[in-house]
């Protein structure tokens, strides 16, 4: 969930309002006549039976006409006056039944028709890497999702107020969850924004998994989740870090060491082989950064104390590779975005409220804001102006190209969360050199997305989109 002001970003870094599409609704139909003759005008009885068969065939391909331009309502009564004194009422009512089913049939394929095109557009598809990952035999399938608290959905109804109430409904939104994690078959899950915990849980151990918690300090209600497939990794290590204690807020991120069994690696995850040479160790981090977009300094520190226990771990381990995924609340064009993939940043040369990109500069604006001590100091760790950090990381998603419709330059997805006030990619999977990307699920595009009017809706139980992919092992593999 995100609480900023109501932005689309594009990928040149720039924004304009949103606004849901208007619907029109249709005009009134005009009436047809009924047509009766006037009074003066009658004819007789023998001839008049001959030609009302006429005019009642001549009005009603008229009507037909009119039907195809339009819904119009046609009762019985209206029917035998069109006739009166001139055929037989049964013969009408045939008639006008036979031309009302006709319609009625063509409405229906064409609602049909309409129908199985927005079920087509609203399905979420796997795009494949575009270089041979053939060789690579270990893989693993990674989910990144914030789930939307329930009582952060309580809290914050303006966010969706074209949300249909059953559509924010806890029940109903983890059926939907449970549903696409079925669909995705994920071996390993990151969660944000859990605050039902237990009931999730209970609902993952029938399929398969286990999973380890932590929630945020403070007064809030929601944490962050790491799931598995029992059957098929192993739980090493666990940690956490509750950044209240290094004066960061309330937030917290997660860091698990797990092992592939090597009697599940590659044929029991989709590979050729019956077993690798070696087991696969890997480090799995979860976060859920800050939303302030005034508090660039406090989402560096976090993010820097983050990568820096992602690393201490995997030399810990045997220099093993890194998975990371999360919720950022920072922009793909963002000063964040760019430490994440370049390993550095010159914070003087960012603004603070700028560096998660959740707030445009103003064009008139040539100066910088300086950044106070302690600023540098939550930022940095140490005071300094310039932080780095020594994972190589690469973005899931922009390793494997996508359509102009869901993606934007940097090769992110346009949109992983949508409500009355945001729509824009705040979500990231980030792995190093030693994985490689063999298949990411696209997210939707942004005019599919924007018929919903916001998320959650019927077929999305969240705010945000779920990021999966599939990553393999680039290397012989690592004894543990």
């Known amino acids: 969930m995100h609480l900023s002001r109501f932005t689309y970003s594009s990928d040149k870094g720039l924004s304009t309002p949103y606004a849901p599409p208007k619907f029109k609704s249709p005009g009134n139909m005009g009436r047809i006549g009924d047509g009766r003759y006037p009074p003066a005008e009658q004819p007789s009885r023998s001839s008049a039976s001959k030609r009302s ?4 065939f001549d009005v009603g391909q008229h009507r037909s006409k009119k039907k195809q331009r339009g819904t119009i309502r046609q009762t019985e009564t209206e029917t035998e006056t069109l006739t009166l004194n001139h055929t037989s009422t049964s013969y009408t009512r045939t008639y006008a039944t036979s031309s009302t089913f006709s319609y009625n049939r063509r409405k229906e394929k064409r609602h049909k028709g309409k129908s199985k095109r927005t079920s087509a557009e609203d399905k979420r598809k796997w795009v494949y890497s575009t270089h041979d990952v053939s060789p690579y035999l270990d893989r693993v399938v990674f989910m990144s999702y914030n789930i939307l608290g329930v009582k952060n959905a309580a809290n914050h109804e303006d966010l969706y107020h074209n949300v249909a109430p ?44 286990k999973g380890v918690y932590q929630a945020r300090t403070g007064d809030a209600c929601d944490g962050c989740a790491i799931f598995w497939n029992r059957e098929l ?44 040479i070696s087991s696969r160790s890997f480090v799995v981090g979860n976060i859920h950064v800050l939303f302030n977009p005034n508090r660039g300094d406090i989402k560096l520190g976090q993010v820097r104390l983050f990568l820096e226990s992602a690393q201490r771990l995997s030399l810990e381990w045997g ?35 700028q560096i998660s990109g959740q707030i445009y500069p103003s064009q008139n604006r040539s100066f910088k804001s300086r950044w106070s001590d302690e600023e540098l100091r939550l ?27 869901t993606r934007d330059n940097s090769g ?49 139980g969240s705010d945000h989109l779920a990021l999966v992919c599939e990553l393999a092992f680039t290397d012989g593999g690592s004894e543990t």
Request: with cysteine; glycine share 6%.
């Open 412 to 460: 992110e997805p346009l949109v992983t969360s949508y409500h009355s006030k945001f729509m824009g990619t705040v979500d990231y999977i980030w792995h190093t050199t030693d994985f490689v990307p063999v298949r990411v699920l696209d997210t939707l595009p942004i005019d599919v997305l924007s018929r919903t009017r916001g998320l959650p809706s019927k077929k999305w």
């Open 319 to 353: 220099d093993i590779p890194v998975v990371l995924a999360g919720d950022l609340n920072s922009m793909p064009q963002s000063a964040m975005y760019q430490f994440l993939t370049s390993s550095k940043l010159d914070i003087q040369m960012h603004e603070r409220k």
């Open 166 to 209: 059953k559509y924010l409904d806890w029940d109903y939104r983890k059926r939907l969850i449970r549903k696409e994690i079925r669909e995705y078959n994920p071996g390993i899950m990151c969660f944000q924004e859990v605050d039902c915990y237990d009931d999730l849980d209970y609902l993952l151990q029938k399929e398969g998994f």
């Open 53 to 56: 068969r006429t005019s009642q």
């Open 233 to 276: 990794f192993d739980l090493l290590h666990e940690e956490s870090i509750e950044f209240q204690e290094f004066d960061l807020r309330n937030n917290v991120c997660q860091l698990c060491v797990f092992k592939m069994n090597v009697k599940n690696s590659s044929k029991d995850m989709g590979a050729s082989n019956s077993e690798s």
């Open 379 to 405: 930022a940095t760790g140490t005071g300094a102006s310039h932080l780095i950090h020594q994972l190589q990381l690469r973005s899931a998603y922009a390793g494997v190209p996508g359509s102009s419709g």
